[in-house]
């Protein structure tokens, strides 16, 4: 196996990619990134300096202040500034306002620098909207996962009911089908498979079989 690679794994929310990319970092003992996280942590910490509410966003005081949120992955949990924020960043007020947070250019060169350096030194697999495309476009192997809204939906559904009772399933399509809708349509690196990327349907597998599968990939790509 090479000494040093990337596996890029891109999707839509609640593809099952964050699931698959932590199974297949266990597998081969590499280092994990959800980048995903990483924009709800942007987006937690804008709200938590009140710059986004639920009427206004003042896009202009978190791009002057990107410089004083520091992000770290301790294993799968996100310390923002050194607080693990894990289970907040999960939160239906973060999953409504991260689009809006990731459209923002400045955002995303933040961020997509800390990803590359991430990966400069390590093997990593890393999930997310451009993985493949934009931050890694020379990626080892790259996956593009697909699955049927309501499918993944229902397996938000399940993660999320037991942290907040009063949440529907309804809520929680709405949130993916609009989320998909900006994610896929922004000017700056809209979630779209690169050419050269693997694409499954994700629901088509069971997990297991799904992780399998990807592995016999890494295995014969990867040597
Ligand atoms: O995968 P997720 O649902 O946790 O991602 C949260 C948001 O972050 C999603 O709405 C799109 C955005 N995102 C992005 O723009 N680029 C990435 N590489 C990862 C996520």
New binding site residues.
């Given amino acids: 196996m090479k000494n040093s690679f990337v596996i890029a794994i ?1 999707g ?3 593809t099952g ?2 699931t698959l990319a932590k199974g297949l970092a266990n597998a081969l003992s590499i280092a994990h990134v ?7 942590g942007v ?1 937690l910490y804008a709200q938590q300096q009140h710059w986004i509410t639920e009427t206004s966003f003042d896009t202009q005081a978190l791009v002057a202040n990107l410089d004083d949120i520091q992000l770290m992955f301790k294993g799968d949990r996100l310390l923002l500034n050194g607080k693990d924020v894990s289970d907040p ?1 999960r939160s239906m007020s973060v ?1 409504e306002a ?2 809006r ?3 923002i250019s400045e955002v ?1 060169v933040f ?1 997509v620098a800390q ?1 590359r350096t991430i990966a400069a030194h390590q093997s990593v697999v890393m ?5 493949g495309t934009v ?1 890694f476009p020379n990626a080892d192997l790259k996956i593009f996962l697909t699955a049927d809204p309501k499918i993944r939906a229902q397996r938000r559904y399940e993660e999320l009911a037991p942290l907040d009772a009063t949440l529907t399933f309804e809520q929680i399509l709405d949130n993916i089908t609009q ?1 998909d809708h ?2 896929s349509t ?1 000017a700056d ?1 809209p ?1 779209m498979q690169a050419t050269d990327a693997i694409a499954i349907v994700a629901s088509d597998y069971t997990i297991e079989e799904l992780h399998a599968h990807v592995l016999a990939l890494v295995k014969k790509l990867i040597h």
């Fill in positions: 891109d839509a929310s609640s990619k964050s959800d980048s995903g996280a990483m924009y709800r987006t960043i999953s991260v689009s947070v990731a459209a995303r961020l990803q999930d997310g909207r451009d993985i931050v989320r900006l994610d922004r690196s979630l």
